[in-house]
């Protein structure tokens, strides 16, 4: 229906909260409430979002290493989104404006498709570890 309308959707955490950077594994998991899905995503007995990041790590190194952060933006614009990514420093703004500096295969894009159905759902509602209200306004939401 997007496509018809010629709308774009936004990808909002492209990053997959820093999980999709490879900055995270089973020994070095985040602080805070993300520690609970990097948990759900590690102690997985199938490999698969292991797998998909040794996938992400190939692709990154046929462009030149490029960090796996622009991998996952790239995806996203594979699939004709608009990603907007955060970025906490000057060093990963000016990373995430490289992403532009090239793009996907069709061939790596099917190789991160295949990798990326094969992980189990990221976070479900019932499980999700960000408070469900406001605290300021009180307004339902996932994380504040």
């Known amino acids: 229906a997007c496509k018809e309308l010629d709308v774009k959707v936004l990808s909002y955490s492209p990053l997959a909260l820093g999980f999709l950077t490879g900055k995270y594994d089973r020994n070095n998991l985040p602080s805070g409430p993300r520690s609970k899905i990097g948990e759900q995503l590690f102690d997985n007995e199938d490999g698969s979002y292991e797998r998909l990041l040794e996938v992400m790590r190939d692709v990154a190194g ?3 290493d490029a960090p796996m952060s622009q991998v996952a933006i790239n995806w996203a614009i594979a699939k004709g989104t608009i990603p907007i990514p955060g970025a906490r420093n000057i060093r990963q703004v000016k990373q995430n404006l490289s992403t532009l500096d ?6 790596e894009e099917n190789l991160l498709d295949d990798a990326s ?9 019932d499980k999700n570890p960000f408070p469900r209200k406001d605290v300021n306004t009180g307004l339902a939401m996932y994380d504040s």
């Open 62 to 64: 046929k462009h030149d």
């Open 102 to 107: 090239w793009s996907l295969t069709a061939e």
């Open 117 to 125: 159905a094969k992980v189990t759902g990221f976070v479900t509602p």
